[in-house]
Nanobody, 129 residues
Framework: RIPLVESGGGTVQAGGSLRLSCDDS????????????MGWFRQAPGREREGVAG???????AYAESVKGRFAISKDNTDNILYLQMNSLKHEDTGMYYC???????????????????WGQGTQVTVSS
């Protein structure tokens, strides 16, 4: 299991911003020479976990329709940190946000949770209206 540690969650008013971080320094390059995909997922109470944003080792990015234009995913490969910049937050963005990593494959749909093997413990984001 690759340890992933999220941080940066908190409570913010609607319209505000937060930046989430995911430390994946526990990931070492495996037999697939650095091929990976990483994603941010969120889960609100009573709802299924859903993909928010994803990025792969070629820099390809994907976003859920609900966050396009407001959220931005990025990867610092020097410090092994995945970021999610969240702007113009809405009440419906509230939830537990999880970082995920798949270190041996890249698939077309970066937002499909079933394709990710490694998960963090999550960081809570609460947006007050």
């Amino acid at each position: 299991r690759i340890p992933l540690v999220e941080s940066g969650g908190g409570t913010v008013q609607a319209g505000g911003s937060l930046r989430l971080s995911c430390d994946d320094s526990g990931y070492t390059v495996g037999p697939y020479a650095g091929v990976y995909m990483m994603g941010w997922f969120r889960q609100a109470p009573g709802r299924e976990r859903e993909g928010v944003a994803g990025i792969d080792s070629d820099g390809r990015k994907a976003y859920a329709e609900s966050v396009k234009g407001r959220f931005a995913i990025s990867k610092d490969n020097t410090d092994n940190i995945l970021y999610l910049q969240m702007n113009s937050l809405k009440h419906e963005d509230t939830g537990m946000y999880y970082c995920a990593l798949e270190s041996e494959a890249v698939v077309d749909d970066l937002l499909e949770k079933a394709d990710y093997l490694h998960w963090g413990q999550g960081t809570q984001v609460t947006v007050s209206s």
